[in-house]
């Protein structure tokens, strides 16, 4: 009974996901490495989230999972314009943090070696990076929030 039951939820799931593919639908399959949305793979990979072509090629690297498979949903929708917007605001995004890490990182040699006249120089860079990474973010966020209401009409 149980067995009936479970093989016959199989078949039905595994009929609705064919029929999906068959429409070019796109299905996002959780998995151990990530995830497979569509024809990419997005996969954690060094703190970053690295979306994959079929032939397992890095196409993009993004700061969030949230950011890699919404950018996969509109490029696979031909939402050209709002993936290339999110592509490049979340390269931004990324920048912004590597500099303020690498200027954090340099502030702390300068502390070391006493350099006042750098540690002066790298204070005003780390205020200046950390506005532009707030404004940053926002812009992600509204992009991303925007990008919801494309996505959820092609996952429908």
Partial sequence: NATELVSEYVKHW????AGKLVKQEIVIIPA????????????EQNQTWAVKNVFNEVINNFTSKRSAITWCILEQSQFYKTSDKLLSQDTKLSKLMQ?????????QLAVKKKDLFMIDVL???LAETAVLLGSAKIELEKTLNSAKYSVDRVLK
Avoid: C, I, L, P
């Fill in 32 to 43: 151990k490495w990530g995830f497979q949305v569509g024809k990419y793979s997005v996969k």
């Fill in 123 to 125: 204070d005003a860079r």
């Fill in 14 to 17: 595994a009929k609705e996901q």
């Fill in 99 to 107: 500099d303020n890490t690498n200027y954090s990182y340099t502030r």
